[in-house]
């Protein structure tokens, strides 16, 4: 079955760096849009950073602009999110998603599968 399986979380300062890989098996990789979106305590998930299937597009919330990149190997079947200018508002759970046949890449009804989750922490 397919899994999406998240990693790279945990604490940083404000103004640091973290690297998150999602890898993925199950499914013939090339073939997804790939997702990343977030969910803090008592708040709504919410779009991060979308890929297109060949890594040629990338989207991202108003939020992340300027600070943080997704991409994609397809020969290793990972997704990767680099966040740089980590804020304390980043704080949350960070989930890695696929979406075979997307109308809307910010959409999370518009995913198929989902990762568990890491936690990334920012400290003031």
Request: net charge positive; with cysteine; charged share 15%.
């Amino acid at each position: 079955q397919v899994q999406l399986v998240e990693s790279g979380g945990g604490l940083v300062q404000a103004g640091g760096s973290l690297r998150l890989s999602c890898a993925a098996s199950g499914l013939t990789f090339s073939t997804y849009a790939m997702g990343w979106f977030r969910q803090a305590p008592g708040k709504e998930r919410e779009f991060v950073a979308a890929i297109s299937r060949s890594g040629a597009n990338t989207y991202y919330a108003d939020s992340v602009k300027g600070r943080f990149t997704i991409s994609r190997d397809n020969a290793k079947n990972t997704v990767y999110l680099q966040m740089n200018g980590l804020k304390p508002e980043d704080t949350a759970v960070y989930y890695c998603a696929a979406n075979l046949r997307p109308a809307y890449y910010s959409g999370i009804t518009e995913y198929n599968y989902w990762g568990q989750g890491t936690q990334v922490t920012v400290s003031s």
